[in-house]
């Protein structure tokens, strides 16, 4: 079917007068957006179902929606027979997200499905957590993280509070696109909705706070800038840090104000040090110690603190990670809680020094495919056996025991304040602790290369890089020479030397490549699931002794990421 027919399915009765009208005017105008509207159907990535708002298969709007939950329920229908089913829902900031949960949960009560309805916007991590606690069957949340303003979102969570993963996914997914769009229920019933609020928020952080502090040292004295850069955080985080005994807190108010255009910034992604310019700006002005900064749906974290030579630097996520895992193991030795039978996650496209950190303190790191859910996952399948102490990813994601079984922005900032305040009350500051864990296991560095094409034409071009990078990987990276290639679509790893293939099948297939040359150099590459992006995750390692040494290597290692990038011609 060409995808000017896909589009004239869209006028018929099925679809109300204003999706017919707009779908009318990009055939007549033989529009672009026509294309890339019509193409293909919205796929589940590593976050769900996530694409530009408007008409059409390839967007996000009330029908692929309402396809998507109308699957769902029939799903759970057949998981829960005989069963009450209750799914919690939430939303981000972000345009039409309001009018969105309510429409799913529309669909839901259609059902007969009781649904749970956040009355504004809450935080994903409060959505996970609220599964658990309120016994709830599923979870849905309306949010597309740190994306563009013209783009939303729709992730669904089982009911141990992870993401879906096999065999639900794909289950569901078969069921949604079996369901014809004229067979979508939306006449809902609100009677089946129970409405939340404030009152959850309160044993949401109570939560956090019980599982994310250890010591009560320094905080009266920890000067913390915090933004929400127009996210839902604005909810919940002042509030658990006023709770947890944090004195000292500016926010960035302009910043405190959610809006789904994000308007004092290019991208509301913590990642990006632009992101956080106003909060560093105030930072100068306060003499904070510690800058923090969350996403649109809260689950993400940016963090900047006090460098060697006093100025407020935005560490990576895998910087961050590395400081909150090893305190917290420490804490958990120092409590005599480590028995051997204990695990942390991490995944495949983050630093291999959480293996390291793993073996120090007597404890097992997992590692899984790209995405909290295959953290969730393992939580999952080692209850009973393993008791799961943290987790986290490169991408700016943490998670600090198993009460939230996704990223969570909240327990991690806990966390992340109380060893700056206990650093502080000591002496010295948090970068200052990060490199004497490097002098201790040794020093990782990464960089990530993002390669955005957009449209159908751009995913062609990202497909065939992909293709290009698999039947010609490279032999040398920054002058030593690849050893090692595993190939997770393929689930083999290919060893250079000994021309030697073994069979991986510990982690589900994915469209991943790994390279590992012979000085501990690391390249992962993957397409993204979620947006039109390549990307290439660099990492290189070196031995540091003193703080003074950490600034040369430091220099040699950002070098040498850029030969990295050179020999893979990555401009």
Known sequence: MTTLEKAKLWLSDTFDKETRDAVQTLID????????SFYRELEFGTGGMRGVMGVGTNRLNKYTLGQATQGLANYMLQQFK????????????RHNSKEFGKLVADVLTANGIKVLLFKDHRPTPELSFTVRDKKCNGGIVLTASHNPPEYNGYKVYWNDGAQIVPPHDEAIINEVYSVKFEEIKFNGNDDLI???????????????????????????????????????TYTTIPKALEKAGFKKVDLVKEQMIPSGNFTTVESPNPEEPAALEMAMDLARITNADIVIGTDPDGDRLGIAVRNLDGEMQLLNGNQTNTILTYYILNEWRKQGKITGKEFI??????????????????????SGLTGFKWIGKMIREAEGTQKFVCGGEESFGFMTGDFVRDKDSCGSILVACE????????????????????????????????????????????????KNFRENPPKELAGSLVEEVKDFKEQTSFIVSKNETKVMNDIPKSNVLIYYTQDGTKVCVRPSGTEPKIKFYISVKDTVTSEADFKDKLKSLEAKIEDVRKDLKLE
């Open 82 to 93: 005989g069963e009450e089913i209750k799914v919690a829902i939430a939303y981000d900031v």
């Open 194 to 232: 129970e409405w939340i609020g404030e009152e959850q928020d309160d044993v949401y952080i109570d939560a956090c706070i019980e599982n994310s502090t250890y010591q009560n040292v320094g905080k009266e004295n920890l000067n913390i800038v915090f933004t929400s850069i127009h996210g839902t």
């Open 29 to 36: 105008s033989n529009s672009p957006d026509l294309e890339d």
């Open 419 to 466: 060893i700056a305040a206990w650093c502080k009350a000591n002496g010295r500051t948090m970068y200052q602790y990060m490199i004497e864990i490097y002098e201790d296991l040794g020093m990782y560095y990464e960089g990530l290369v993002n390669i955005v094409r957009k449209g159908k034409e751009g995913a062609e071009k990202i497909q065939n890089m992909m």
């Open 345 to 366: 996650g991490s995944t495949i496209v983050t630093s291999d020094i959480f293996f390291d950190i793993a073996q120090k303190f007597g404890v097992e790191c997992k």
